[in-house]
């Protein structure tokens, strides 16, 4: 069994000296907006900026930073906010390579997740509420080579509260970005 994994595991792995070295500074950027009856909405907006050192041309670690802020107004009822900020590391691995024009890839990690939480209700009191939390990071993703030192990425990132698989779709985003590709 030890033999087949490390079999399905080496193409992964294997040293390339085309990618071996490469450092790469991200960042992406997401933002939506509801608008409901009588004047009530909501919007989210994320943004998220990454440093990551690739081993070879397919493997690499990264460090991520991301925060999301997130309204919602009930006129005449309640007006929540609520602002998330998450420290990752993630093992990032390209499917395909650096070489190819078309990278899918994905990311599994830890990290810390810190919300602060804000409802004001109507007529009523205001109540804030911190907390933090161990989260597990997941992400699938493409990015597109424009050139040598510059890519464009479309993922989805999900952070899984305790480590639960279970809660994947409670905190999932989808994001668009650019890279920047240095030695």
Known sequence: MKRI???????????TDAGAGIFELSGNFMFNKSNYEEGSF??????GASFAYHFNSRSGVEVGYTTAVEKLHIPNFYTTLTEDQITSLSWV?????REVVFQPFFKIG???LNRRLNRSYYLGPEEEVSTGSLTGVG???LKIRVSEQLGVIMQGTTYLSGFDFATWSDNFVVSFGTSL???
């Open 93 to 97: 691995q390209f499917v395909l390579g």
């Open 5 to 15: 994994f490390l079999l399905i595991l080496l193409p992964f792995l294997a040293a």
């Open 42 to 47: 909501s919007w989210r907006r994320s943004w």
């Open 110 to 112: 830890g990290g810390q």
């Open 181 to 183: 590709y240095f030695n």
């Open 139 to 141: 992400t699938l993703g």
